[in-house]
Every structure is written in structure tokens, then in C-alpha cells.
């Protein structure tokens, strides 16, 4: 195996945001598609997000229901996949919940000048991985699988999502739309300006459309395109 399969997840508003610009959190979802993305963790070998995701929303990245967890104990796994962190130039807060919570590894990627100031940070939470200058998201894939990663969710935020999109790395993309608009321009978008490799030439593949209450899961399926 040279990469785990990828998938990508992310809620929306109509107007593409995954957040306002306020300091709360902005709830996108419902009920019935957290059970739903909770049911897909506990499918997956590990969970990535970024340094901005860590700090915005502090998530523990664990599966919740009590019935899964046992489920993957009993396969032999543990409770909650591996978590992954895609680190910025700022050291991680080792305080944060996705380090506290849960027995399960957590491994954080930095760019090769900042491997020392991000295990200075967590020495005592994380394995701190040196993915290269620029930071090589192929190298980040390849250590995954290595450590038995054979299924990765990529749950952004739109910094991650653009760099696993415009590299060509998503196999599956999950996006749930909300119905409503945020319609602020300081607002986080789900992708940054970037060249993609889908575009009206080549077009993702539709594989499921489900409404959930009053939010819609689209599951795309991007064209597949050989290794670079």
C-alpha cells in the first residue's frame, strides 16, 4: 500500500462557508448527520485536521457512541482512530482536547523548520513527524501507512481541504450542505483559491445525494488520476 484511501468531510452553508467569523462555533449540521460522520470515524484508521481547527473548534476527534467503540475494540482496534494534525508555524497547545482525550496515537506533521518548536510543544502528547519543506503531503500519507493507516478522514479545515483537493489525494468527498448563508467575506471558506485537478473538464462522479432533516449529504467520488 503506498497511501491510505482519503476521505474527505466537511459541512457547509449555501454560500460555501464552513464557519462565520464570530468566536463560536458555527453549528452546520444536525443531529442525525453527527450520528452519521461519527458512524464513518469509526470506519476510518485515523482522522486529520489542521493547526487552525485545533484552535477554533478544539475537538476531540473520538467516536461517541459507546456500541462502535466496543465494536472496534472487539475487531481488535481501538476505541477511536489515530489523530493527526497537520501543524502551522505557531507551537500546538498540548492543553488541547484532541491531545487529552483518548488512548489513541497522536501524530502532528510540521514543516522541517518547525519540527523543533512543535516537539518542544508536545513532547509529552504527540510524535512530531518532519514532512519535509514545503510540507509534502505524499510524505504525510506514506507515514500513515506505514503506522497501518489504511483509511484516513480528512475533516479540514479549508487550509487542509484545499491541499488535499488541489493535489489530486481525495478518493471520496463527503459534503453536507446547510441551509442557510453566512454571506461574511472574513469567514472561513471549505477551499481556498487554488488550481484543482476537478474542474468542468473533469468532473467528480455523484454517487449518493441523501437528505438528513433539513441539511443534504452529497458523496462525490473525484475521477482517479495516477501518482505523481
Known amino acids: 500500500m503506498t497511501r491510505p484511501f482519503v476521505l474527505s468531510s466537511v459541512a457547509v452553508s449555501l454560500d460555501g462557508y464552513i464557519d462565520d467569523a464570530t468566536?463560536?462555533?458555527?453549528?452546520?449540521?444536525?443531529?442525525?448527520?453527527?450520528?452519521?460522520?461519527?458512524?464513518v470515524r469509526a470506519t476510518c484508521d485515523a482522522i486529520l485536521v489542521g493547526a487552525g481547527t485545533v484552535r477554533a473548534d478544539d475537538p476531540r476527534l473520538m467516536v461517541r457512541a459507546a456500541h462502535r467503540r466496543q465494536a472496534r475494540v472487539a475487531a481488535g482496534r481501538p476505541e477511536s482512530p489515530l489523530k493527526a494534525v497537520i501543524a502551522g508555524h505557531r507551537p500546538l497547545d498540548p492543553a488541547a482536547r484532541l491531545f487529552t482525550t483518548g488512548d489513541t496515537?497522536?501524530?502532528?506533521?510540521?514543516?522541517?523548520?518547525?519540527?523543533?518548536?512543535?516537539?518542544?510543544?508536545?513532547?509529552?502528547?504527540?510524535?512530531?513527524?518532519?514532512?519535509?519543506?514545503?510540507?509534502?503531503?505524499?510524505?504525510?500519507?506514506?507515514?500513515?501507512?506505514?503506522?497501518?493507516?489504511?483509511?484516513?478522514?480528512?475533516?479540514?479545515?479549508?487550509?487542509?481541504?484545499?491541499?488535499?483537493?488541489?493535489?489530486?489525494?481525495?478518493?471520496?468527498?463527503?459534503?453536507?450542505?446547510?441551509?442557510?448563508?453566512?454571506?461574511?467575506?472574513?469567514?472561513?471558506?471549505?477551499?481556498?483559491?487554488?488550481?484543482?485537478?476537478?474542474?468542468?473538464?473533469?468532473?467528480?462522479?455523484?454517487?449518493?445525494?441523501?437528505?438528513?432533516g433539513d441539511v443534504i449529504l452529497a458523496r462525490y467520488q473525484p475521477v482517479r488520476r495516477p501518482e505523481a
Open 105 to 212: 496515537a497522536k501524530v502532528v506533521y510540521a514543516t522541517t523548520p518547525d519540527v523543533p518548536v512543535q516537539r518542544d510543544a508536545l513532547a509529552e502528547v504527540a510524535s512530531v513527524v518532519d514532512a519535509g519543506d514545503p510540507l509534502d503531503l505524499r510524505a504525510v500519507l506514506a507515514d500513515l501507512a506505514e503506522r497501518g493507516v489504511e483509511r484516513l478522514m480528512v475533516e479540514g479545515g479549508g487550509t487542509v481541504h484545499t491541499r488535499f483537493l488541489a493535489a489530486g489525494l481525495v478518493d471520496e468527498l463527503h459534503v453536507v450542505t446547510a441551509p442557510f448563508f453566512v454571506g461574511d467575506a472574513a469567514a472561513p471558506r471549505f477551499v481556498n483559491p487554488a488550481s484543482f485537478p476537478y474542474d468542468a473538464r473533469n468532473r467528480m462522479r455523484l454517487l449518493e445525494v441523501r437528505p438528513m
Open 23 to 39: 468566536s463560536e462555533r458555527l453549528l452546520l449540521s444536525n443531529d442525525e448527520d453527527f450520528d452519521r460522520v461519527d458512524a
